[in-house]
């Protein structure tokens, strides 16, 4: 393990059983591959988040924040550092107020997104649906814009509170937010915030009031057309590629490439939707790298079209 012994004390003096050391991601992964995290913490408060983050900063060392791992391939050799998870200390979903026209909601980036789908539903709030189905957490799909055929978190989101590493809080609104195709980024306006990569505590959303009922039937067709669609049963990180800008998206392509059943190892381009790789049983991180890779030299070759991973790579 990469950890000193005096960084292993502080953790476990502080955390207890909420730090494991030497942690298989394969099983905080919806992919359910990769390798040991060098320390995997699930803080308890906002208070915790805020000191770990701190204490990681000062010490020198790399800390990946996760939510529930839905959009992630960690590689074989695990991650070094910290894997720092937010789905217990920072979960709650709240109305904030109301401004006109709308109700503010207020979602902390560990709460799971279809909680927040739900909370808008039973509130009688429009604008949520769009998101019904995409696995993960909050925080997870305003970093990666998560969308789906019926919108965007962009189309939503008013604002977010960030945690810099030096431990301070920071409020920022939509119009200083870059919202691009799966990602967000901070306008050069944003350039006053703390140095380091700051952590997503919570958005607001902006929604209107609407009819519950038929909101519910919405989600469910919204639900059952996903279901016949996509492998939503099957172990995978989501859709595997970006859609190219134009043009065919990359299900199609790979499909249209032959790669249906296509299996490496343990890993499977699902027959059902070419653009989810499956782990079939025991794949590890590399036998899914490998059928990407080999989805994108066959569709490159064919359509002469680059294709690029959605899903987050990470690790040593
Ligand atoms: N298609 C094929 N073969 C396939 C898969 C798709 O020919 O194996 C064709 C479909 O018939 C359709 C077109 O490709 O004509 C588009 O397919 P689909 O409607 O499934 O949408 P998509 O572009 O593949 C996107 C998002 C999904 C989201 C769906 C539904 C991306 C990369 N994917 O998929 O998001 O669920 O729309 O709104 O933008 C995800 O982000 O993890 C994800 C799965």
Redesign the pocket.
């Known amino acids: 393990m990469a950890l000193d012994k005096t960084a292993q004390k502080w953790l476990e003096d502080r955390f207890k059983n909420d730090v494991r050391f030497d942690e298989p991601m394969s099983r905080h992964t919806s992919l359910k591959v990769g390798g040991p995290a060098d320390a995997f913490v699930t803080p308890a408060t906002r208070e915790d988040l805020q000191r770990l983050i701190q204490w990681s900063a000062e010490a020198g060392l790399p800390f990946l924040v996760i939510g529930d791992g839905?959009?992630l391939l960690v590689k074989d050799a695990g991650i070094a550092g910290l894997v720092i998870v937010l789905t217990k200390c920072l979960n709650h979903i709240s109305t904030t107020g109301s401004r006109t026209g709308g109700v503010l909601v207020r979602a902390m980036a560990g709460a799971r997104l279809h909680r927040l789908c739900a909370f808008a539903i039973s509130a009688n709030l429009k604008g949520m649906n769009?998101a019904l189905?995409?696995?993960g957490t909050v925080g997870g799909a305003i970093m990666?814009n998560?969308?789906?055929?019926?919108g965007w978190i962009r189309d939503v989101l008013e604002e977010i509170t960030l945690l810099t590493p030096s431990g301070e809080t920071q409020t920022v609104s939509k119009g200083q937010l870059d919202f691009s195709?799966?990602k967000l980024s901070l306008k050069s306006s944003t350039a006053n915030l703390a140095p380091g990569v700051p952590t997503i505590m919570d958005g607001q959303f902006f929604l209107y009031p609407s009819d519950g009922q038929q909101l519910q039937q919405e989600a469910e067709e919204i639900l059952r057309?996903?279901r016949e669609?996509?492998p939503t049963h099957l172990p995978s990180?989501?859709?595997?590629?970006?859609?190219p800008v134009s043009g065919?998206?990359?299900?199609?392509l790979?499909?249209?490439a032959g790669l249906?059943g296509k299996k490496i190892g343990g890993a499977l381009i699902?027959?059902?939707?070419?653009?989810?790789i499956i782990n079939s049983g025991g794949a590890s991180a590399g036998d899914v790298l490998a059928l990407m890779e080999t989805a994108r030299t066959a569709v490159l070759k064919m359509f002469n079209i680059e294709l690029e991973p959605?899903?987050r790579i990470v690790g040593r």
């Open positions: 839905t959009n769009f189905g995409i696995p990666m998560a969308g789906t055929a019926h195709y799966r057309k996903r669609s996509q990180a989501g859709c595997f590629f970006k859609n065919k998206p990359a299900g199609e790979i499909d249209l249906k699902s027959s059902e939707h070419a653009n989810f959605e899903v």
